[in-house]
């Protein structure tokens, strides 16, 4: 049983009569009655009482015509569905970051949003060490990151280039410093981001190359956490400029230069090469591409190739 043959057949119930439907659909009376014939066949059952003269259903055709008329409707209930998604009038967006990336997807989900308002937006809060087996699970279709998976298996785009930054309070001793040497910070008390990164191991293999205590004195959970703290007066920290940037332009924190801790960072979204991407996620990416355009760097779009 197929809707082709679903759909002959409700046109001879709906016309009670073999010839009528013919003509409806187009095609030879012989062709509908062999359309009949295999379906009544493959369900078992014979559907039209072929000693009436009006066409009239079995018991057994009255009951599939109900279901008949179910199916259909479903199919046009599919066909239009996939049309709203096609032009982004349903969907679900699902991405991945962690608390840091996550700060370079809100310009973009604010213009998503503004031109595509009907599409919901989940970020889901993923160390973006598991990122790329998340997407390889197919729990989310883009994440964003800060280094490259295997250029075989995932894609990668630039969206962003960060900075590290060493912020102090407005009335730390250092902050009217133009600039500062690592080896003037072996006396701090830095507040540091409890979560093991590639990050937090680059600045403590510096402090180590340079010869410098790095006094880790108390550790906290969130980037906001440390913001609030070091704004407190307690101690100094190192944060990427993104997720500091609004407390800088206020005053609430100042970033002093140190030479040696000029560390940039390359955030991608990324997503698995053998995989078709919904409508919305490529909308997604188009609005970074757009966004990447009008803004100039520190936004970008650069698709990285392989290695």
Aim: include cysteine; glycine fraction near 4%; charged fraction near 25%.
């Amino acid at each position: 049983m197929d809707l082709t043959q679903l759909e002959t057949f409700l046109a001879v119930a709906e016309e009670r009569s073999f010839s009528r439907a013919a003509v409806r659909l187009h095609r030879t009376q012989p062709a509908v009655s062999q359309v009949i014939r295999k379906l009544e066949e493959s369900v078992g059952e014979t559907l039209f009482d072929r000693a009436a003269r009006d066409g009239s259903l079995t018991a057994a055709g009255e009951l599939l015509r109900d279901y008949a008329l179910r199916l259909l409707a479903l199919r046009r209930e599919a066909a239009s569905a996939l049309g709203e998604l096609r032009s982004l009038e349903r969907g679900h967006l699902h991405l991945a970051a962690n608390e840091y990336t996550c700060m370079v997807l809100l310009p973009a989900i604010d213009a998503f949003r503004h031109a595509f308002p009907q599409i919901p937006v989940t970020v889901h809060r993923t160390l973006a060490s598991h990122v790329p087996e998340e997407l390889a699970q197919r729990s989310f279709e883009l994440g964003v990151i800060s280094f490259r998976p295997d250029p075989e298996q995932f894609r990668t785009i630039a969206v962003y280039s960060d900075s590290l930054a060493f912020i102090v309070a407005p009335h730390h001793p250092l902050a009217s410093a133009p600039r500062v040497s690592i080896k003037d910070l072996g006396k701090e008390v830095f507040i540091a981001h409890n979560v093991a990164s590639p990050l937090r191991s680059r600045v403590i293999e510096t402090f180590e190359r340079y010869h410098t205590p790095l006094h880790m004195d108390i550790e906290l959970p969130t980037i906001e956490a440390i913001k609030m703290f070091v704004a407190m007066g307690n101690g100094v920290a190192l944060a990427p400029h993104l997720t500091v940037a609004r407390e800088l332009e206020t005053g609430a924190l100042v970033r002093i230069p140190v030479d040696e801790l000029e560390i940039n960072r390359i955030l991608r979204v990324v997503h698995r090469r053998q995989v078709t991407l919904s409508y919305a996620a490529r909308a997604f990416l188009l609005t970074l591409r757009r966004l990447a355009r009008r803004n100039g760097p520190p936004f970008l779009f650069d698709i990285e190739r392989g290695e």
